[in-house]
C-alpha cells in the first residue's frame, strides 16, 4: 500500500498510483493493469514477480529494514540508563544488521536479473538529488501537515545532519 507522501510522488513523476492487494500484485503486473511497482527487492524476490517485471531501478530512496517502535510513553518511563542501553543496542543492531541485509539485497537482485532475464540498475546521486527536489515540496506539507512543524522540522533536522 502506497503512503500518501509515496502516492505524491508517483504522482509528481507523470504516475498514477493503484492500489492492489498483496495477493493481486503479481496477476495485475502479468496481465499489465500496472505498468511499475514500488515495493521492496525482499518481496519482489520472493513474490518471483521477475518472471512479470524483469526490470529494476534502484533510486535509493527508500532504506528497507526493519523497523522497531516503542510507545513514546513507555519510552520515557524508562531509567535514564535503560533508555540510553535501548539506543545503544539499535545502533549496534543496525551497525551489524546493514551490511548483512544488503549483501541479503544484492543476491536477491541477482538472482532476479539471472532468473528473469532482465536488468537491475541504480540512478545516479545526481539524479536522485532531482528526483527529491521535484517532490520535496509536497513532501514538505504532508509532513508538516501530518506531524505539526515543530516536529517535522526535527525530522527534517535529522535528514540534514544525517546526509539523507
Known sequence: MCSPLVSKMIETWGGKPVF?????????????????????????????????MPYMVNANLFYGNIIYMMNKEKFDALSAADQKALAEAARESEEW???????????????AVMKGGGAAVSISAKERARLISSVQAEWDKEVDQGCGGDL???IRGLYRRHGA
Do not use: H
Open 20 to 52: 492492489i492487494a498483496p495477493k493481486e500484485v503479481f496477476q495485475s503486473a502479468e496481465r499489465g493493469v500496472v505498468d511499475g511497482i514500488n515495493m521492496g527487492v525482499a518481496t519482489y524476490s520472493s513474490w518471483k514477480l521477475w518472471g512479470v
Open 97 to 111: 544488521l546493514k551490511p548483512r541485509y544488503e549483501q541479503w539485497i544484492n543476491e536477491r537482485v541477482g538472482d
Open 152 to 154: 517535522a522540522e526535527k
